[in-house]
């Protein structure tokens, strides 16, 4: 939700200085996006191949940032900034809409409950 909110800002107000401001709410995300991976690594694969999932996590992860990267620098060309900070707040809304209808992650409150308790 707070890629969605941060694009959304972008996109709709040009002001530097809440783009500087916001940006802080990207450092957060990001922290806490890396907490959520790596403990959803943790307890989704055996202790044994925890690094080589963590790799693998990465490399994923590097790579659909290339991509994303690629495809900015192509709308941002073409049609500008406010564009593709639009079309990001749209995508991360989607995507937020999917993953909170799904029930993916049920399993990983059991499993916490477990490893709290």
């Known amino acids: 939700f707070t890629v969605f909110l941060r694009l959304l800002i972008y996109a709709i107000a040009p002001s530097p200085y809440l783009f500087l401001a916001i940006s802080i709410v990207h450092c957060i995300h990001v922290a ?7 403990t959803y ?3 989704s694969v055996s202790p044994a191949v925890f690094a080589t999932a963590i790799t693998i996590m990465n490399a994923f992860v590097s ?7 690629y495809i900015f620098g192509i709308v ?3 049609l500008g900034s406010s564009y593709i900070f639009g079309i990001g707040a749209i995508l991360c809304g989607i995507g937020f809409i999917l993953i909170s209808r799904t029930h993916c992650f049920d399993h990983m409150n059991s499993i916490h409950d477990k490893d709290v308790g």
């Open 32 to 38: 806490c996006e890396t907490v959520g991976y790596l």
């Open 41 to 43: 690594v943790k307890f």
């Open 63 to 69: 790579i659909s940032q290339a991509v994303y990267g």
């Open 76 to 78: 941002y060309e073409k």
